[in-house]
């Protein structure tokens, strides 16, 4: 079923990206891969916004297109907007198809390496793979759905050879052997007569005074049982020429009989003969029908499909909340980078006026030492870039007042909407002071940082309190446990 879900969906979706592949590829291929790493799925992304109602719904979105806009200026605001859409498309995309393909391989393994052929037909493994388990669920129009595990042999059989201590095994076959049950006075549920034991080489054979009750492989027939009978276990432990014998003797207690019980114990018992019966075969055929009823096989596998869907519908909607909460944490860490600089380029700034520039020549002198830092492998700036658009709007024809107050406009920060007012009022009215108001500006927003930084760096220090706690804790744990210990030593 699950093949036919995921390929259904998933045939359609890649027949869509193939045909949506070169939509918009002029604009997309101009785009930085470092910044857009998923741009493959770019043109499938700008097909869905520009086909269908999300264009109308981003477009009502002037709140969020602004803040797209702040932290990128190389384009417009609704480009900004739109390519901010593309990488959340192309996420969603990208788990969807993940999860779609995941699911479909899986399916398509497990229709590969099934044992059930042709509803009626168990193969057998290659020799030397050992007796394989399959579980089976067994359908009929009397009764409902059973699951029963088969073992089917392996093509030819070979005695294995293993190797441990028959202490060992002896205490493992003591812990395990009563299944269930809680004690070998009251069994009602089957027994677990081990054969072989974990990362051991000894071999157990069991020897059981009353197989009418217990069969070979410890299940207890005792839906027939009217009073409690004791049978007599004993295990025999080899390992090479040593052999030892160790008594379990229990007390089987009667079953309350119920329809659904008896038929799951006849398809087990039927379905242990036919494997007795085939076991030179080389396909192991299944009955079709069982205690006179007609039966219906399935392999029972695990399947990871909805899993994976379920993880890939969960992803997605994390991820897609998780972008608008992103987008507000960078808007946040876009501002504290802007006051930070704020002292710095005012400093500088102020510096040029002061050595005979106007303003505009200081605006230029500062935007050209960015922009050449910026070539050499600089860092990006949220405050200079934004100077530097200014100067971009000086050299289109902007007039500089303009310019300034677009500046101040973008920024959206008191101290930059106060340092191009300053500027605004030099130009229209003209002020011999100008120099020494933004002397004082600067010192001022150099103590601003400060307070800033300290409370940027108490923030950081209350984030530390957890992993320190956590420190502290086990600190405690490796001095008091040693003690602990010695003292009752």
Not at 69 to 88: F, G, P
Not at 371 to 392: D, F, L, P, S
Not at 399 to 426: S, W
Request: net charge neutral.
């Amino acid at each position: 079923m699950w093949t036919w879900i995921s390929g259904g969906i998933l045939l359609p979706m890649a027949i869509v990206f193939g045909m949506t592949k070169n939509y918009q590829q002029a604009f997309v291929s101009q785009l930085e891969r470092k910044e857009h790493k998923l741009y493959l799925f770019y043109s499938l992304s700008l097909f869905i916004i520009f086909h269908t109602p999300l264009e109308k719904y981003i477009q009502g979105q002037k709140e969020e297109r602004d803040m797209v806009s702040t932290l990128n200026r190389k384009e417009d605001a609704y480009t900004c907007q739109i390519l901010w859409w593309c990488q959340k498309l192309a996420t969603i995309l990208l788990i969807i198809y993940a999860c779609l393909g995941l699911c479909l391989v899986s399916s398509l393994q497990k229709n590969t390496l099934g044992f059930l052929k042709n509803q009626v037909e168990l193969t057998k493994q290659e020799a030397g793979t050992g007796t394989q388990e399959v579980t089976l669920q067994v359908e009929t129009d009397t009764f409902s759905k059973e699951e029963i595990t088969v073992k089917v042999p392996e093509k030819v059989y070979k005695q294995e050879e293993i190797t441990a201590q028959i202490e060992k095994a002896k205490k493992y076959v003591s812990q395990v052997y009563l299944g269930e049950n809680k004690s070998p006075q009251k069994v009602v549920t089957d027994l677990r007569l081990v054969k072989n034991i974990p990362n051991s080489a000894i071999l157990v054979e069991w020897n059981i005074d009353n197989l009418q009750l217990i069969n070979e492989n410890g299940k207890i027939k005792n839906l027939d049982l009217e009073a409690p009978i004791s049978v007599g276990l004993q295990a025999t432990f080899s390992y090479g020429e040593v052999m030892e014998s160790v008594s379990y003797p229990v007390e089987i207690q009667p079953r309350e009989a119920g329809s659904q019980a008896e038929w799951k114990e006849a398809i087990e018992d039927t379905l242990e003969a036919v494997s007795q019966e085939h076991s030179e075969k080389e396909i192991l055929e299944l009955p079709k029908k069982i205690a006179g009823k007609t039966v219906i096989y399935k392999e029972y596998t695990s399947n990871h499909c909805s899993m994976y869907i379920g993880l890939g519908i969960v992803t997605a909607i994390f991820l897609w909340f998780g972008f608008q909460s992103d987008l507000k944490k960078k808007l946040k860490t876009h501002d504290q980078e802007m006051l930070l600089d704020y002292p710095e380029l005012v400093n500088k700034f102020t510096l040029l006026l002061n050595a005979g520039m106007t303003v505009q020549g200081a605006w230029t002198c500062i935007a050209r030492q960015y922009m050449k830092k910026r070539k050499q492998g600089g860092k990006k700036r949220y405050a200079y870039e934004e100077w530097c658009w200014a100067w971009n709007e000086m050299q289109n024809g902007v007039t500089e007042g303009e310019a300034i107050v677009h500046f101040g406009q973008r920024t959206r920060l008191m101290p930059y909407l106060k340092f191009t007012t300053l500027l605004n009022q030099n130009l229209r009215k003209g002020s011999k002071d100008l120099v020494h108001l933004l002397e004082y500006e600067a010192r001022d927003a150099f103590e601003t940082r400060k307070q800033m930084t300290l409370r940027l760096a108490e923030e950081a220090g209350t984030k530390l309190l957890a992993p320190m706690m956590v420190m502290l804790v086990l600190v405690m744990i490796i001095i008091m446990v040693p003690a602990m210990l010695s003292f009752q030593g």
